[in-house]
């Protein structure tokens, strides 16, 4: 089991949470927003080509936009694998968690 840093968890929470229109920008704003802490652009998407490669994430191309001069976003969604990923990302840190009182709170 690959082991997931603290920024593919988010982009995975965060690819949950925006379903279906994840992308790099509103990812780097959700993750931004609700865990407080900024990633540059490059960052942002080679976790998201890490992830890719783990098989824990899929990615499509939508259709061009006015907006965008023409260029077309890239979504992207977890996969089953990711989800299981994250889940047991997420028990780890809650059984590291366990017993800290208020210092983990």
């Known amino acids: 089991m690959k082991t997931l840093t603290l920024l593919d968890q988010g982009l995975l929470l965060g690819i ?11 990812l780097r704003e959700e993750i931004a927003k609700r865990g407080g802490r900024a990633y540059s652009f490059g960052a942002i998407y080679e976790a998201l080509s890490r992830l890719e490669r783990a098989g824990f994430v899929t ?7 006015q907006e965008r001069g023409g260029r ?3 979504y992207f969604d977890i996969t089953a694998a990711g989800g299981m990923a994250l889940s047991e990302s997420l028990r780890a840190t809650d ?5 800290l009182g208020g210092l983990a709170a």
């Open 16 to 26: 949950i949470r925006l379903r279906p229109t994840a992308y790099g920008v509103n």
């Open 59 to 65: 990615r499509s191309v939508g259709e061009p936009t």
């Open 72 to 74: 077309a976003k890239t």
């Open 95 to 99: 059984a590291l968690r366990a017993g």
